[in-house]
């Protein structure tokens, strides 16, 4: 069994980055209270201001899963999907070495 790395690519309008950034602050924190969670950072870029990047690291695909289940989860997404300036993206990602695979 394997740990699985998520990178989420937000798009948010100007007007809501705060606080959705801030938001995220304490989605992180909660997250980061899961017995499984490996780590949840957030980030912005220097070259956009829509941008947010979410990295999250669970030791497994079910934790993940289980996680998106929460209702501090559901309630983030439907609090900030009408100000979203397209659906977010979701990237699984996996390290490159031998063994690497999707």
Known sequence: MS???ILFHVRVRRDRRDDLMSALVDVAR???EED???GYDSYVTDSSETDILVVQDWETM???EAHNRRAYVS???ERFEPDLLEPA???I???INE???L
């Open 30 to 32: 909660l997250s980061r």
């Open 89 to 91: 993206r979701r990237t």
């Open 62 to 64: 079910e934790a993940y």
């Open 36 to 38: 499984l969670c490996l």
């Open 3 to 5: 740990s699985v790395t």
């Open 99 to 101: 063994t690497a695979s």
């Open 93 to 95: 990602l996996a390290p």
């Open 75 to 77: 309630s983030l997404f």
